[in-house]
């Protein structure tokens, strides 16, 4: 079975945006495939699971919201 799911985040500012992709990017792997698109973040991610899906779509999203927290304090 193969798990599927794409995800959007937008944000307000687009230099955070940059910042928040090229800091997460370096975990992607074979995983996920992240790109920008606007302001928004779009994500796809693939797995040979669903336990396994959700558990990279958490790491994934803990990720961008560290990112996001220590950007907002700069």
């Known amino acids: 079975m193969k798990a599927i799911c794409d995800i959007e985040?937008?944000?307000d500012d687009y230099s955070?945006?940059?910042n928040v992709l090229k800091a997460v990017k370096v975990d992607d792997f074979d995983f996920v495939k992240s790109?920008?698109?606007d302001k928004k973040l779009n994500a796809h991610i693939e797995s040979k699971s669903i336990s396994?899906?959700?558990h990279t779509l958490d790491d994934y999203l803990a990720c961008i919201s560290v990112a996001a927290k220590?950007?907002?304090k700069n």
Do not use: G, M
């Open 16 to 18: 955070q945006l940059e």
């Open 35 to 37: 790109k920008l698109n």
């Open 52 to 54: 396994s899906l959700l």
């Open 9 to 11: 985040i937008e944000f």
């Open 70 to 72: 220590v950007l907002d």
